[in-house]
C-alpha cells in the first residue's frame, strides 16, 4: 500500500487499497468517503505511486482553484515525508494564468479558442523577437522571458509553492515569465497534473490536454474531486443557448461587414431580424409567464423555414455561411489585437448544433428568464462522459455520491466498477444536528403566508443572540441571502459579517474567508449559498466554523427544466423525482453541514429552520427532531426531548 504522510485514519487504507485495487485493474472506482476522512492525500498517494510504476500519468479534476490548493499541500506534505511522488503541475486556463492577457479588461470574458488565437499571435512575435533582437510590437515580454529564462525559475517556484494553480500564475508573473507557456512545457516530465473539470469536460481541451502530456487517453489515471459535481457540469457545459443579446450583437455585426447575402436568397440582417423575432414568440408561446417551457425540436425550423421561404438544406447553408463568416471576422479581428469573437459564427455553430442535436438525450427549452432565448438541455451526461472509459482507471470521490449506482451511471461507467462507501472516521456526537419542526421555505406557502419568512427570520435571530464565536449563515439562493439582508435579518445582532456575493471572484473569495478567520470579534458571521462555493470544498478546520443555521432546504423551483429530468430518470431509472431533486437537495445539505466537522477533534452545531429537513434522515443519520412552539415571538423557545431546545442549542 501506498505509504501516507500522517498516521492513517479509520477508512484510508481501504480507500487507498481501493483504489490502488481498481487501478491495476483498469477499472473504475466510485467512492463515498466522509468528510474529513481524507480523501484527497489518499487519492494521490494511490495514484501517484501507481504511475511511478506503470509509467502512466495522474490526471486530478478539481472544481474550484481552493480544492486544486489542497490537492498541492498535499503533495507537499508527501514530498516533504520522503514520499517518490514526482512533479504534479497545478494547471489552469488562460483566463487566469496567462498574465498579458489576464488583466486586460478587454478579453475577461474571452473563450480559451479565443483567448489562444490571440495567445499565438504574441507568441510569435516574442519568438521573432528573441530570435533576431528587434523589438516586434505586440510580442509578449512574458513569453520572450520564458524563451530566455528556460522552465528553470519556473520548477523552482513549483517546488516552493503550496497554493492552486492561480496563485501559482501570479507568482510566476510577478517573475516576468509565462505560467501557462512554461507549465505546459514542463508537462511531460510531470508524473500528474491538477485541472479544472473543462479540461476533460470539454472535448477539444481534453485533446490539447492529453496532447501536452504526450498520452493517449489510456494512458492516464484520472481522480475526480468532489466527483458528485461532474455529471452536472457535463450537462451546464454541452447545453447551449441562444438568447436575445447575441443575436443583437449579431445583427449589429452583420451590418459592419455590409449585411452578407446568405445562401443566395436571404439577408444576414433579415435572416437574424427573423430569428430574433422567433425566439421572442417561442417563448411566449412555450413558456408564457413560467422561467421556461417544452418546445417541439422541429419547432424553430418550421419557423426559420416559413419565414424564409425554403426547406431544411437552405438553413443548413445558413448556418455554414454564418460560420464562415465567424471565422472570417474573428481572423480579421486577431490580426487587429482585439478578442477573435464573432456573433455571426456564434448563432452559426448554435443552429448547426440545434439541428444535429435531436438523436441524443436532450430536450429543447424555451426561455423566459432573464431575457428570451432557445435552449438545448443535455438529459444524460453518460453521452459526453463516455472517454472515462478509455482511461486507464478513473476514481470517483465525494463525501456525497450516495447513491453511488446513479453516478456511475450518470458517468457512462461500466457495469463493473468498483462502488465503495466507507463511514464516518470521527465520532458521530461531534456533530449536532437539529431540524426545526413548524418552519419552511416552501415556495407556494409563503405566496399565501408571508408571515412564514417573519418566524424563519426571528428563529435566526434568537439563536444569532445566544451563539457566539464564528458562525455560518447558509441560504439557499443568493437571491433569498441578498433578501434576508436587506429585511433586516441581522438587525440588533452585534456582530462582523462576511457575505458571499455572486460570481465573487476566487482570490476575493479566498480573502473572505481568511478575513472571517482573522476576524476577533466576540461574534463573526459568514453568509453564504447552500451548492456554492463555501459550502463545497473548502475546509473550516478547527475553531474557524463552530455552528451553522441553514435557512432553508434549497429545493429548485418548478421549471420545464426539472420536469423534464424527472421524466427521463423516471424512465431510465423508475425513481424520477428521488433521483432528479431529492438526492441532489440532500447532497447539498450534506456538504453544508460536514464544513464544520474537518479533523477528530472538530465538534459542531447545525439548525436547520426548515422542517422538510426530516425527509433526509437517513442520509443525516445524527438529525434530531425539534418541535417549533412559537417561534414568532420575541423570544421563541422550543422543545427537544422535553427541554428547551434554546438551553441545549446554546452548548453548541
Excluded at 427544466?561 to 423516471?570: C, I, P, S
Amino acid at each position: 500500500m501506498a505509504e501516507l504522510p500522517y498516521a492513517p485514519r479509520p477508512g484510508q487504507e481501504a480507500l487507498v487499497d481501493a483504489i490502488q485495487e481498481a487501478q491495476a485493474r483498469h477499472t473504475h472506482l466510485v467512492a463515498e468517503a466522509p468528510t474529513g476522512l481524507g480523501k484527497t492525500v489518499c487519492a494521490l498517494a494511490a495514484t501517484l505511486d501507481t504511475a511511478r510504476r506503470d509509467g502512466r500519468k495522474l490526471v486530478y479534476l478539481t472544481r474550484t482553484n481552493s480544492q486544486q490548493a489542497v490537492v498541492v499541500k498535499e503533495h507537499a506534505a508527501l514530498r516533504d515525508a520522503g514520499r517518490d511522488v514526482g512533479l504534479l503541475i497545478p494547471f489552469m486556463g488562460r483566463r487566469h494564468s496567462c498574465p498579458l492577457l489576464r488583466d486586460d479588461p478587454r478579453f475577461r470574458e474571452g473563450t480559451p479558442e479565443e483567448l489562444g488565437r490571440l495567445c499565438s499571435d504574441a507568441k510569435k512575435k516574442a519568438l521573432a523577437e528573441h530570435t533576431s533582437g528587434e523589438v516586434q510590437k505586440g510580442a509578449c515580454p512574458y513569453y520572450r522571458k520564458l524563451l530566455e529564462d528556460g522552465t528553470g525559475p519556473i520548477e523552482a517556484l513549483l517546488e516552493s509553492h503550496r497554493g492552486g494553480g492561480t496563485t501559482l500564475a501570479e507568482a510566476v508573473a510577478e517573475a516576468g515569465s509565462c505560467a501557462y507557456e512554461g507549465l505546459k512545457l514542463l508537462m511531460p516530465e510531470a508524473r500528474g497534473v491538477v485541472v479544472p473539470y473543462v479540461f476533460l469536460v470539454d472535448d477539444p481541451l481534453r485533446a490539447t490536454l492529453l496532447g501536452w502530456l504526450g498520452c493517449s487517453p489510456d494512458q492516464v489515471h484520472v481522480v475526480v474531486d468532489e466527483a458528485h459535481n461532474l455529471p452536472e457540469a457535463a450537462r451546464a457545459h454541452h447545453s447551449p443557448r441562444l438568447g436575445l443579446a447575441t443575436l443583437e450583437r449579431a445583427l449589429k455585426e452583420a451590418e459592419e461587414v455590409q449585411d452578407p447575402l446568405l445562401a443566395g436568397r436571404v439577408l444576414a440582417t433579415s435572416f437574424l431580424t427573423l430569428l430574433h423575432k422567433t425566439v421572442r414568440e417561442l417563448a411566449d408561446e412555450h413558456a408564457g409567464e413560467r422561467e421556461d417551457g417544452w418546445m417541439p425540436a422541429d419547432a424553430l425550423d418550421e419557423a426559420l423555414m416559413l419565414g424564409v421561404g425554403a426547406a431544411g438544406p437552405v438553413l443548413e447553408r445558413v448556418a455554414a455561411e454564418l460560420e464562415d463568416w465567424g471565422s472570417a471576422i474573428r481572423e480579421r479581428r486577431r490580426t487587429d489585437g482585439k478578442l477573435p469573437r464573432s456573433y455571426l459564427g456564434a448563432v452559426g455553430a448554435f443552429l448547426r448544433f440545434w439541428r444535429g442535436c435531436r438523436e441524443l438525450p436532450y430536450v429543447h427549452l424555451a426561455v423566459r428568464e432573464p431575457r428570451p432565448a432557445v435552449e438545448a438541455y443535455l438529459l444524460e451526461p453518460a453521452s459526453r462522459l463516455a472517454w472515462l472509459r478509455e482511461a486507464a482507471s478513473s476514481t470517483h470521490l465525494s463525501g456525497t455520491l450516495e447513491p453511488v449506482r446513479l453516478h456511475r451511471r450518470l458517468c457512462g461507467l461500466p457495469a463493473d466498477s468498483t462502488e465503495l462507501v466507507l463511514p464516518s472516521p470521527f465520532p458521530p456526537e461531534h456533530l449536532r444536528l437539529y431540524g426545526v419542526l413548524g418552519l419552511h421555505r416552501k415556495h407556494a406557502a409563503i405566496t399565501e403566508d408571508p408571515s412564514i419568512v417573519a418566524r424563519q427570520q426571528e428563529a435566526c435571530r434568537s439563536l444569532l443572540r445566544r451563539w457566539t464565536g464564528r458562525i455560518a449563515l447558509w441560504f439557499p439562493s443568493h437571491r433569498v441571502l441578498a433578501d434576508y439582508l436587506e429585511e433586516g435579518l441581522l438587525h440588533g445582532i452585534d456582530a462582523e459579517v462576511f457575505a458571499e456575493e455572486p460570481d465573487l471572484p476566487t482570490p476575493a473569495l479566498q480573502d473572505l474567508v481568511h478575513r472571517l478567520g482573522r476576524s476577533t470579534a466576540p461574534r463573526a458571521i459568514l453568509c453564504g449559498v447552500l451548492g456554492g462555493r463555501l459550502t463545497e470544498g473548502i475546509d473550516y478546520p478547527g475553531d474557524l466554523l463552530e455552528k451553522a443555521v441553514v435557512l432553508g432546504v434549497p429545493y429548485p423551483r418548478p421549471s420545464a427544466r426539472l420536469q423534464a429530468l424527472v421524466d427521463h430518470h423516471e424512465r431510465t431509472d423508475g425513481e424520477g423525482w428521488r433521483l432528479a431533486v431529492h438526492e441532489p437537495v440532500g447532497r447539498v445539505l450534506r456538504q453544508a453541514v460536514g464544513r464544520l466537522i474537518r479533523g477528530p477533534d472538530d465538534e459542531g452545531t447545525v439548525v436547520v429552520l426548515d422542517e422538510r429537513v426530516v425527509r433526509f434522515r437517513t442520509r443525516l443519520e445524527r438529525l434530531k427532531l425539534v418541535d417549533d412552539a412559537d417561534a414568532a415571538t420575541d423570544e421563541p423557545y422550543v422543545l427537544l426531548d422535553g427541554f428547551r431546545a434554546a438551553d441545549a442549542l446554546d452548548h453548541g
